[in-house]
């Protein structure tokens, strides 16, 4: 089993940039795909951004492109979020995750999860 620990987040006005954390332990913890949603109060789980294994490919929800970026560190097992320009609409809580396999925005194709790091984007 793999226990992800997200950090970063904070009260930040708009315009401003955050970089979340998310370190993975556990056996194998480096070789997973891994994701970052985020939800509103009153709204359902999205997702944000996904990488794959190596840290090579990357996809994003259209709302996200070009003002975040998802990353890994070295040794693998860090993930990254970085968040540029940021909107009030981008409040939430932020999760990540591990993926059963790359390509996927479903909340269900994550396995574990972390237990969330609080954004809030004043205007």
């Known amino acids: 089993q793999v226990q992800l620990v997200e950090s970063g987040g904070g009260l930040v006005q708009a315009g401003a940039s955050l970089r979340l954390s998310c370190a993975a332990s556990?056996?194998?913890?480096?070789?997973?795909?891994m994701g970052w949603f985020r939800q509103a109060p009153g709204k359902e789980r999205e997702f944000v951004a996904g990488i794959n294994w190596s840290g090579g490919l990357t996809y994003y929800t259209d709302s996200v492109k070009g003002r975040f970026t998802i990353s890994r560190g070295n040794p693998k097992n860090t993930v990254y979020l970085q968040m540029n320009s940021l909107k009030p609409e981008d409040t939430a809580i932020y999760y990540c995750a591990t993926a059963i396999g790359y390509g996927s925005t479903r909340p269900a194709d994550f396995g574990s999860w972390g237990q969330g790091t609080q954004v809030t984007v004043s205007s």
């Open positions: 556990g056996r194998t913890s480096s070789n997973y795909a």
